[in-house]
């Protein structure tokens, strides 16, 4: 089945270190994006992009950081900078213009 | 003033009664609108997906939207304890590059009591 695969589902980072949150997709789906989602914020776009080793920041970039080295992978790098990360992460895929997105099943990180 | 606004509620309802959703709008090159739900700890899921103005009905949810005003809703007939989600409102432009990618509302969180 296609599909958008998060990984891990629960993920937990020392202060200072620097933790990537995978995502795969077999959707063939040209788009990837990266949104955080914290209680009462909705989702927060973070990086998103629309061809492979080509991404643009979204809204609150600051901290993270990403790669689009093949299509049908996206991870997303939570570097120490990032001050507050514990959050729900999601990532979804689409083709552009067309539909909507088709979300992962998300990842929480959490900071011990 | 935010592109999308959503009443984050939480709503709470029992079994059998009708739920109406609602999201306003200020962009008024939007033109695919649509409706996610979100169970607890799950990545949304699309529910339901309308082009411009105008009604769509999928077994016991309806979603409309009326343009003129910029706002749009989602009804839910019947609603079943099921149904108890985080339901966020979403929508897009025609447009190319960053300003095709969707604009989310903040969810309003649903209870279907029993």
């Known amino acids: 089945d296609g599909g958008i695969t998060q990984s891990p589902k629960y993920l937990f980072r020392k202060e200072g270190q620097n933790v990537t949150l995978s995502c795969e997709q077999n959707?063939?789906?040209?788009?990837m994006y990266w949104y955080r989602q914290d209680p009462g914020q909705g989702l927060r776009l973070i990086y998103y992009?629309?061809?492979?080793?080509?991404?643009q920041k979204g809204d609150i970039a600051e901290g993270y950081s990403v790669s689009r080295e093949k299509k049908e992978s996206f991870p997303l790098t939570v570097t120490s900078a990032q001050k507050n990360p514990t959050a729900f992460y999601l990532c979804?895929?689409?083709?552009?213009?067309?539909?909507?997105?088709?979300f992962g099943s998300g990842t929480r990180l959490t900071v011990v | 003033q935010k592109e999308v606004e959503q009443d984050p509620g939480p709503l709470s309802v029992p079994e059998g009664a009708i739920v109406s959703l609602n999201c306003t709008y200020s962009n008024s090159a939007f033109q695919y609108f649509m409706w996610y739900r979100q169970y607890s700890r799950k990545g949304p899921e699309l529910l339901m997906y309308t082009y411009s103005s105008g009604n769509k009905e999928d077994g016991r949810f309806t979603a409309q939207v009326d343009k003129s005003s910029k706002y749009i809703s989602l009804f839910i007939r019947d609603s079943q304890p099921s149904d108890s989600a985080t339901y966020l409102c979403?929508?897009?432009?025609?447009?190319?590059?960053?300003?095709?990618?969707?604009?989310f509302g903040k969810g309003t969180k649903l209870s279907v009591k029993p």
């Open positions: 959707l063939n789906h040209d788009a």
């Open positions: 979804a895929s689409s083709i552009p213009r067309d539909y909507g997105y088709t």
């Open positions: 992009s629309q061809i492979v080793n080509d991404f």
């Open positions: 979403a929508m897009r432009t025609n447009y190319g590059g960053s300003q095709g990618n969707l604009i």
